[in-house]
Nanobody
Framework: QVQLVESGGGLVQAGGSLRLSCAAS????????MGWFRQAPGKEREFVAA????????FHTDSVKGRFTISKDNAKSTLYLQMNSLKPEDTAVYYC?????????????????WGQGTQVTVSS
């Protein structure tokens, strides 16, 4: 069983930065990609960013391009999300997730394992 543990969330003022981390206790035999999703109160969970584990190809949703950067450390089995120029609308619980298949990298339903989430609050 894979366990994903997020850390790094907190309260920050608009324009500030945070770095989220996600440590995988044990990767599956095949990890195609890992990603970050977020869910604000009363809203659907939405895709933020993803990275393929072997090739390092990255995907970012349009609203975070130029501000957020996803990265990974294969040796540490750790995923990161560097968040700069944060806005109040970035406030949400952020989840990391892992998928074994190559389909639907932006689709939450295609991910196999999820972390418990970490709260990010951006004040105006």
């Amino acid at each position: 069983q894979v366990q994903l543990v997020e850390s790094g969330g907190g309260l920050v003022q608009a324009g500030g930065s945070l770095r989220l981390s996600c440590a995988a206790s044990r990767r599956t035999a095949v990890t195609y990609a890992m990603g970050w999703f977020r869910q604000a109160p009363g809203k659907e969970r939405e895709f933020v960013a993803a990275i393929t584990w072997s090739g390092g190809i990255t995907f970012h949703t349009d609203s975070v391009k130029g501000r957020f950067t996803i990265s990974k450390d294969n040796a540490k089995s750790t995923l990161y999300l560097q968040m700069n120029s944060l806005k109040p609308e970035d406030t949400a619980v952020y989840y990391c997730a892992l998928k074994a298949r190559s389909d639907g990298i932006t689709d939450a339903k295609s991910y196999d394992y999820w972390g418990q989430g970490t709260q990010v609050t951006v004040s105006s």
